[in-house]
T-cell receptor, first 115, second 109 residues
Framework: AQSVTQLGSHVSVSEGALVLLRCNYS??????LFWYVQYPNQGLQLLLK??????LVKGINGFEAEFKKSETSFHLTKPSAHMSDAAEYFC?????????????FGTGTRLLVSP | EADIYQTPRYLVIGTGKKITLECSQT?????MYWYQQDPGMELHLIHY???????EKGDLSSESTVSRIRTEHFPLTLESARPSHTSQYLC????????FGPGTRLTVL
Protein backbone atom coordinates (compact mmCIF):
# COMPACT_ATOMS: atom_id res chain seq x y z
CA ALA A 1 0.00 0.00 0.00
CA GLN A 2 1.11 3.50 -0.70
CA SER A 3 2.14 5.80 2.11
CA VAL A 4 3.41 9.33 2.55
CA THR A 5 5.82 10.59 5.18
CA GLN A 6 6.15 14.26 5.98
CA LEU A 7 9.18 14.96 8.15
CA GLY A 8 8.51 17.54 10.82
CA SER A 9 5.04 18.32 12.11
CA HIS A 10 6.11 21.97 12.53
CA VAL A 11 8.56 24.09 10.55
CA SER A 12 9.45 27.61 11.64
CA VAL A 13 11.05 30.19 9.37
CA SER A 14 11.58 33.92 9.37
CA GLU A 15 9.90 36.11 6.81
CA GLY A 16 12.09 36.20 3.70
CA ALA A 17 13.82 32.90 4.48
CA LEU A 18 13.77 29.75 2.39
CA VAL A 19 10.87 27.38 2.98
CA LEU A 20 11.55 23.62 2.71
CA LEU A 21 8.84 21.10 3.54
CA ARG A 22 9.79 17.46 3.13
CA CYS A 23 7.71 14.66 1.64
CA ASN A 24 8.73 11.08 0.92
CA TYR A 25 6.47 8.46 -0.60
CA SER A 26 6.54 4.70 -0.81
CA UNK A 27 5.36 3.18 -4.05
CA UNK A 28 6.85 0.67 -6.45
CA UNK A 29 5.71 2.77 -9.39
CA UNK A 30 6.10 6.56 -9.36
CA UNK A 31 2.66 7.85 -8.47
CA UNK A 32 0.97 11.15 -9.03
CA LEU A 33 2.04 13.54 -6.28
CA PHE A 34 0.31 16.58 -4.84
CA TRP A 35 0.85 19.36 -2.34
CA TYR A 36 -2.18 20.96 -0.71
CA VAL A 37 -2.36 23.95 1.65
CA GLN A 38 -4.96 24.39 4.38
CA TYR A 39 -5.55 27.75 6.05
CA PRO A 40 -7.30 27.83 9.44
CA ASN A 41 -10.94 26.82 9.28
CA GLN A 42 -10.81 26.21 5.54
CA GLY A 43 -10.65 23.27 3.18
CA LEU A 44 -7.63 22.15 1.22
CA GLN A 45 -6.37 24.08 -1.80
CA LEU A 46 -4.17 22.49 -4.43
CA LEU A 47 -0.71 24.11 -4.60
CA LEU A 48 0.83 21.94 -7.29
CA LYS A 49 0.89 18.43 -8.73
CA UNK A 50 3.33 16.08 -10.45
CA UNK A 51 1.90 13.86 -13.16
CA UNK A 52 5.05 12.73 -15.04
CA UNK A 53 5.97 15.70 -17.16
CA UNK A 54 8.75 17.97 -15.87
CA UNK A 55 10.26 16.85 -12.57
CA LEU A 56 10.35 20.44 -11.31
CA VAL A 57 6.79 21.56 -10.82
CA LYS A 58 5.77 25.15 -10.26
CA GLY A 59 2.64 25.96 -8.33
CA ILE A 60 0.71 28.89 -7.00
CA ASN A 61 1.97 31.52 -4.56
CA GLY A 62 5.61 31.04 -5.61
CA PHE A 63 5.89 27.42 -4.43
CA GLU A 64 7.60 24.66 -6.38
CA ALA A 65 8.45 21.02 -5.81
CA GLU A 66 10.94 18.63 -7.36
CA PHE A 67 10.20 14.97 -8.00
CA LYS A 68 13.26 12.81 -7.31
CA LYS A 69 12.63 9.18 -8.16
CA SER A 70 15.95 7.96 -6.74
CA GLU A 71 15.10 9.48 -3.37
CA THR A 72 11.31 8.85 -3.57
CA SER A 73 10.89 12.45 -2.55
CA PHE A 74 8.73 15.41 -3.53
CA HIS A 75 9.89 18.27 -1.31
CA LEU A 76 8.11 21.63 -1.42
CA THR A 77 10.14 24.84 -1.52
CA LYS A 78 9.68 28.58 -1.70
CA PRO A 79 12.67 30.95 -1.96
CA SER A 80 11.28 33.64 0.32
CA ALA A 81 8.62 33.08 2.97
CA HIS A 82 5.80 35.53 3.45
CA MET A 83 3.64 35.92 6.54
CA SER A 84 0.63 34.80 4.50
CA ASP A 85 2.30 31.41 3.90
CA ALA A 86 1.62 30.36 7.49
CA ALA A 87 -0.69 27.36 7.15
CA GLU A 88 -0.83 23.56 7.21
CA TYR A 89 0.67 21.78 4.21
CA PHE A 90 -0.24 18.26 3.14
CA CYS A 91 1.57 16.01 0.71
CA UNK A 92 -0.54 13.36 -1.04
CA UNK A 93 -0.06 10.51 -3.51
CA UNK A 94 -2.37 8.81 -5.95
CA UNK A 95 -1.77 5.60 -7.84
CA UNK A 96 -1.49 5.72 -11.58
CA UNK A 97 -3.77 3.82 -13.91
CA UNK A 98 -6.64 3.51 -11.52
CA UNK A 99 -10.15 4.56 -12.37
CA UNK A 100 -10.74 5.91 -8.91
CA UNK A 101 -8.75 8.92 -7.74
CA UNK A 102 -7.96 7.83 -4.20
CA UNK A 103 -5.56 10.16 -2.43
CA UNK A 104 -3.35 9.07 0.45
CA PHE A 105 -2.30 12.00 2.62
CA GLY A 106 0.63 12.61 4.91
CA THR A 107 0.09 13.88 8.45
CA GLY A 108 0.77 17.47 7.46
CA THR A 109 3.39 20.09 8.33
CA ARG A 110 2.44 23.34 9.99
CA LEU A 111 4.49 26.23 8.65
CA LEU A 112 5.08 29.07 11.09
CA VAL A 113 6.44 32.37 9.74
CA SER A 114 7.86 34.95 12.11
CA PRO A 115 8.48 38.63 11.31
CA GLU B 1 -19.06 30.44 -10.06
CA ALA B 2 -18.13 26.75 -9.92
CA ASP B 3 -17.48 25.74 -6.35
CA ILE B 4 -18.07 23.21 -3.59
CA TYR B 5 -20.11 24.09 -0.54
CA GLN B 6 -20.53 22.58 2.90
CA THR B 7 -23.10 23.41 5.55
CA PRO B 8 -23.09 23.91 8.40
CA ARG B 9 -19.53 25.13 8.90
CA TYR B 10 -19.71 24.50 12.64
CA LEU B 11 -22.08 22.25 14.60
CA VAL B 12 -22.28 21.55 18.32
CA ILE B 13 -24.80 18.90 19.20
CA GLY B 14 -25.72 16.55 22.02
CA THR B 15 -25.18 12.81 22.12
CA GLY B 16 -27.84 10.73 20.41
CA LYS B 17 -28.99 13.37 17.94
CA LYS B 18 -29.33 12.63 14.23
CA ILE B 19 -27.36 14.98 12.01
CA THR B 20 -26.83 15.51 8.31
CA LEU B 21 -23.82 17.31 6.90
CA GLU B 22 -24.53 18.85 3.52
CA CYS B 23 -22.16 18.97 0.55
CA SER B 24 -22.94 20.43 -2.86
CA GLN B 25 -20.81 21.14 -5.89
CA THR B 26 -21.57 23.14 -9.02
CA UNK B 27 -18.74 21.78 -11.16
CA UNK B 28 -20.64 18.83 -12.60
CA UNK B 29 -18.16 16.31 -11.20
CA UNK B 30 -19.18 12.66 -11.06
CA UNK B 31 -16.76 11.65 -8.31
CA MET B 32 -17.28 12.91 -4.77
CA TYR B 33 -15.62 12.10 -1.44
CA TRP B 34 -15.94 12.55 2.31
CA TYR B 35 -12.83 12.75 4.49
CA GLN B 36 -12.47 12.87 8.26
CA GLN B 37 -9.69 15.00 9.69
CA ASP B 38 -8.61 15.12 13.32
CA PRO B 39 -6.20 17.83 14.58
CA GLY B 40 -2.61 17.07 13.66
CA MET B 41 -3.62 14.02 11.69
CA GLU B 42 -3.87 13.13 8.03
CA LEU B 43 -7.16 13.07 6.18
CA HIS B 44 -8.87 9.70 6.08
CA LEU B 45 -11.30 8.76 3.33
CA ILE B 46 -14.59 7.55 4.83
CA HIS B 47 -16.94 7.53 1.81
CA TYR B 48 -16.82 8.05 -1.92
CA UNK B 49 -19.10 8.00 -4.91
CA UNK B 50 -18.52 7.40 -8.63
CA UNK B 51 -21.81 9.04 -9.55
CA UNK B 52 -25.55 9.01 -8.94
CA UNK B 53 -26.73 5.98 -6.95
CA UNK B 54 -23.11 4.90 -6.34
CA UNK B 55 -21.63 4.98 -2.82
CA GLU B 56 -18.70 3.10 -1.32
CA LYS B 57 -17.00 2.96 2.06
CA GLY B 58 -13.50 4.35 2.30
CA ASP B 59 -10.41 3.28 4.19
CA LEU B 60 -11.50 4.47 7.62
CA SER B 61 -14.47 2.71 9.14
CA SER B 62 -17.24 5.16 9.90
CA GLU B 63 -20.69 4.86 11.44
CA SER B 64 -21.93 7.54 9.07
CA THR B 65 -23.87 6.89 5.88
CA VAL B 66 -24.06 8.79 2.59
CA SER B 67 -26.41 9.05 -0.35
CA ARG B 68 -26.05 10.29 -3.92
CA ILE B 69 -29.41 10.96 -5.47
CA ARG B 70 -28.27 13.95 -7.51
CA THR B 71 -24.90 14.58 -9.13
CA GLU B 72 -24.33 17.83 -7.27
CA HIS B 73 -25.37 16.67 -3.79
CA PHE B 74 -23.57 14.20 -1.44
CA PRO B 75 -24.90 14.45 2.13
CA LEU B 76 -23.45 12.56 5.10
CA THR B 77 -25.69 11.37 7.94
CA LEU B 78 -25.02 10.23 11.48
CA GLU B 79 -28.10 8.52 12.92
CA SER B 80 -26.98 8.87 16.54
CA ALA B 81 -24.08 11.21 17.22
CA ARG B 82 -21.49 10.31 19.88
CA PRO B 83 -18.51 12.22 21.30
CA SER B 84 -16.20 9.92 19.29
CA HIS B 85 -17.67 11.50 16.14
CA THR B 86 -16.19 14.88 17.06
CA SER B 87 -13.96 15.81 14.14
CA GLN B 88 -13.70 17.90 11.00
CA TYR B 89 -15.44 16.51 7.93
CA LEU B 90 -14.24 17.58 4.49
CA CYS B 91 -16.13 17.00 1.26
CA UNK B 92 -14.40 16.94 -2.13
CA UNK B 93 -15.24 16.39 -5.78
CA UNK B 94 -12.99 15.66 -8.72
CA UNK B 95 -12.40 15.55 -12.42
CA UNK B 96 -8.61 15.18 -12.84
CA UNK B 97 -7.90 16.64 -9.41
CA UNK B 98 -9.80 16.92 -6.16
CA UNK B 99 -11.41 20.17 -5.08
CA PHE B 100 -12.26 20.53 -1.40
CA GLY B 101 -15.06 22.27 0.43
CA PRO B 102 -14.38 24.42 3.51
CA GLY B 103 -15.29 21.63 5.93
CA THR B 104 -17.72 21.12 8.80
CA ARG B 105 -16.32 21.11 12.31
CA LEU B 106 -18.54 18.81 14.38
CA THR B 107 -18.50 18.72 18.17
CA VAL B 108 -20.65 16.15 19.97
CA LEU B 109 -21.11 16.77 23.69
Amino acid sequence: AQSVTQLGSHVSVSEGALVLLRCNYSSSVPPYLFWYVQYPNQGLQLLLKYTSAATLVKGINGFEAEFKKSETSFHLTKPSAHMSDAAEYFCAVRERNTGFQKLVFGTGTRLLVSP
Amino acid sequence: EADIYQTPRYLVIGTGKKITLECSQTMGHDKMYWYQQDPGMELHLIHYSYGVNSTEKGDLSSESTVSRIRTEHFPLTLESARPSHTSQYLCASSDNEQFFGPGTRLTVL
